[in-house]
């Protein structure tokens, strides 16, 4: 619904949504060796706006996969060149990055236990050829439908509500996958906590609302200043931690002093029934990991330099 009078902005912004909203119903990876199959479903697939990529071969398809693109559902032909559509399951299974993607086998050979050791294997559905198109649709739409709730239940559990980085608990899980990789690849790993000084104050003072609309501020402009590849999270209440791959102490530290510089230069602005603005100030203890050392140690000397940065009059950062 559009009300009139609308000027020619709104209504390409309103079109656009609504376009945008009505074609992609999902997407799937397609991956079937022969072409004009592939072609085929992915004709079919488009007319019911359905997005598709297309594969020849499980390398094509673990290639586009690693590349770091989305797809809802995979659709797999059972025998193909080389790699098997069995190889293939079986590796996306095992990878606990693909693993919540459904996988919808597809075959037109009939012998006797195919259906049930795809599925066995970790498929999640299967449709022979030649299939009836309103079955093969009805049983892509399920698979997306259920890929869609997978992907917000993990949003979720992985994010943090308030600010929607990654809560503690995902943030560890990934500083363990670095920690490996540091030692594997005799990589810089450091670590930081950054936690807001005398926070209890701004509750006490504005009231719990100002509080949290500091903490997602805080994690707003820290998440703008890292990189991709750093991993961010909220440690506890007003902690937050950060983990930089590839980074040594120098480095950790020139970060840590350029975020505790443009916090304390931010005024930030809380408008309710009247506006108030005030500056914050945050305390970083920063440490590196080595070979020999766990995680538990890497926090610790964090979080002894925090306190040190705290005790040394705050607004500052500690190696
Ligand atoms: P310091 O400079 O020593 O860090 O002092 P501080 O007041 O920041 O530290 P303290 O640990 O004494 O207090 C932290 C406060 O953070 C207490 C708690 O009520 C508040 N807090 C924790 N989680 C939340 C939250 O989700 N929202 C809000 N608004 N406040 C929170
Ligand atoms: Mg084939
Ligand atoms: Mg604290
Ligand atoms: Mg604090
Ligand atoms: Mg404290």
């Known amino acids: ?5 609308f000027n020619q902005g709104e209504l390409l912004t309103y079109l656009l949504d609504y376009f945008n909203e009505k074609i992609t119903e999902g997407s799937v990876l ?12 992915c ?19 673990m290639r586009y996969l690693l590349s770091g693109y989305d797809v809802d559902v995979i659709l797999m032909d059972i025998f193909l ?9 079986s590796i996306l299974k095992s990878d606990e990055r693909f693993i919540t993607i459904p996988i919808v086998g597809l075959t037109a050979f009939r012998q006797k236990d195919i259906l049930s050791e795809i599925l066995d294997l970790g498929a999640d559905d299967f449709i022979y050829k030649p299939y009836n198109i309103n079955e093969f ?57 950054l936690d807001i000084d005398y926070f209890k104050k701004i509750n006490d003072t504005y009231g719990h609302d100002v509080g949290d609309f500091v903490l997602k501020k805080l994690a707003e402009i820290v998440l703008k200043m890292t990189r991709r590849s750093d991993i961010f999270g909220r440690y506890g209440g007003e902690e937050f931690c950060l983990a930089l791959p590839n980074t040594d ?9 350029k975020i505790l510089s443009t ?13 108030i603005s005030f500056n914050i100030t945050i305390s970083i203890g920063v440490s590196e990991f080595a070979k020999d050392m766990n995680i ?19 607004n500052r950062v500690y190696p």
Do not use: W
């Open 30 to 41: 397609v991956v079937e060796d022969s072409m004009l199959q592939n072609e085929t479903i």
């Open 137 to 193: 649709f009805a049983r892509i739409r399920a698979n997306i439908r259920i890929s869609k709730l997978i992907k917000r239940l993990k949003e979720t559990s992985e994010k943090d509500y308030l600010t929607g980085i990654y809560n503690r608990r995902t943030f560890f899980h990934f500083l363990e996958n670095l920690s490996a990789l540091s030692i594997r690849e005799n990589k810089p790993l450091s670590f930081m906590i």
């Open 296 to 314: 538990d140690e890497l926090i610790k000397i964090a979080d002894n330099n925090l306190y040190l940065a705290k005790e040394n009059g705050r």
């Open 263 to 275: 916090i304390a230069q931010t005024i930030i602005t809380f408008k309710n029934n009247k506006t």
């Open 81 to 89: 060149p080389q790699y098997t559509g069995y190889d293939l399951i």
């Open 1 to 5: 619904f559009l009300k009139k009078p």
């Open 249 to 257: 102490l120098y480095g950790a530290c020139l970060l840590a002093n």
């Open 43 to 61: 004709q079919q697939l488009r007319l019911k706006n359905i997005q598709p990529v297309s594969a020849k071969n499980a390398v094509e398809a």
